[in-house]
């Protein structure tokens, strides 16, 4: 493996989790900024550059809590622990179920890509792949965007999390079949199958 490659994928397993405007409890190298802040994809140089060579974003910039640069950028993902809302507190056990986040994840990908047609389903990538098929999600899309573009929108819906320190997704609220659900996004896995036109 090149060093190239290994690069692609750790920063692949590193990609961002937190959603832009998550708010975050900062305890970095900046220690004037200690405290509560929220969180962007970081736009420094170095990013913005792997971002156009294909490489998914792996750090964050760090805002107010009304959003405001605060001129703090390159973040690791360890100097930032997620604050859940009160409404994530009182009901930090609901899940939604993968066909509810699947439909979230069209609608995100739909906003973000207008005139790109998107097939989301729940199931592996391959049909041979059985196993806790109900659980994963593939995404299909000719042409349009490359797939670290759309890497970046559905990497936030992947957040696991075994202890506080690790990231987690922004509760969601979707319509599915007429009833409204409200919840932690789940998904074992997000496929990606993009092919050219």
């Given amino acids: 493996m090149t060093s190239a490659t290994a690069r692609r994928l750790s920063a692949a397993y590193l990609a961002l989790r937190l959603t832009p405007g998550a708010a975050v409890r900062y305890i970095g190298t900046a220690t004037r900024f200690h405290g509560r802040a929220t969180v962007q994809p970081c736009s420094c140089g170095i990013c913005a550059a792997d971002v156009v060579r294909g490489i998914p974003a792996t750090r ?14 390159h973040v690791r993902h360890t100097s930032v622990v997620p604050e859940p809302t009160k409404d994530e507190r009182m009901n930090a056990a609901m899940h939604l179920s993968t066909k509810a986040t699947a439909v979230y994840l069209r609608q995100l990908l739909r906003a973000a890509f207008p005139g790109v047609k998107f097939s989301v389903r729940c199931g592996p990538k391959r049909a041979k792949e059985r196993y806790l098929e109900r659980f994963e999600i593939t995404v299909t899309w000719s042409g349009g965007p490359s797939r670290t573009a759309v890497a970046t929108v559905a990497a936030p819906l992947l957040a696991q999390y ?3 320190e690790e990231c987690r997704p922004a509760w969601v609220s979707v319509t599915v079949d007429g009833r409204r659900h409200c919840g932690e996004p789940s998904a074992l896995a997000i496929h990606l199958n993009h092919t050219t036109a």
């Fill in 162 to 164: 075994g202890n506080p």
């Fill in 60 to 73: 964050y910039e760090l805002r107010t809590t009304d959003g405001k640069p605060t001129g703090v950028s």
